[in-house]
């Protein structure tokens, strides 16, 4: 099960179209103070709409790890920029939605910071003299 929010739309179609295999739904914005495992199990009733945060995120539930890279390849060749992909676990299963979104959220701004941190430590600046 694949679980979207902050997909407007016409993306949501996207999705549903590229991952026809999977059974996906828009989780709507009401769930925010819901525990996840309690989301999971009503998604299949949900029909609002997906589009409420600001960020844009692809929960997946019960799909083994092979199917998840395949998963994040696919959307990727969408183009739609700055999804953050998570899976559930034990614990998350346990935390409200909108708790498991801050985190998610905090985990995805500290690995940019350590991808640019490593990425200036990878440049190096020629300064090239004429003299």
């Known amino acids: ?30 769930c925010r103070d819901w525990v996840v495992e309690e989301v999971i ?20 539930h019960g799909i083994p790890n092979e199917k998840v890279k395949e998963v994040m390849k696919r959307i990727k060749l969408l ?23 801050n985190e998610l959220i905090r985990e995805d701004e500290y690995f940019r910071k350590l991808k640019e941190e490593k990425q200036k430590m990878n440049t190096f600046y020629l300064k090239i003299r004429k003299d």
């Open 1 to 30: 099960m694949i679980l979207v929010i902050g997909f407007e739309k016409e993306e949501f179609f996207k999705l549903k179209n590229i991952l026809s295999e999977f059974k996906i739904y828009g989780v709507p914005e009401y």
């Open 41 to 60: 199990e009503k998604a299949p009733s949900f029909k609002a709409n997906t589009n409420w945060h600001w960020r844009k995120f692809i929960l997946m």
């Open 79 to 101: 183009g739609i920029p700055d999804v953050i992909f998570a899976t559930t676990t034990p614990t998350s299963l346990t935390w409200k939605l909108e708790d498991l979104l």
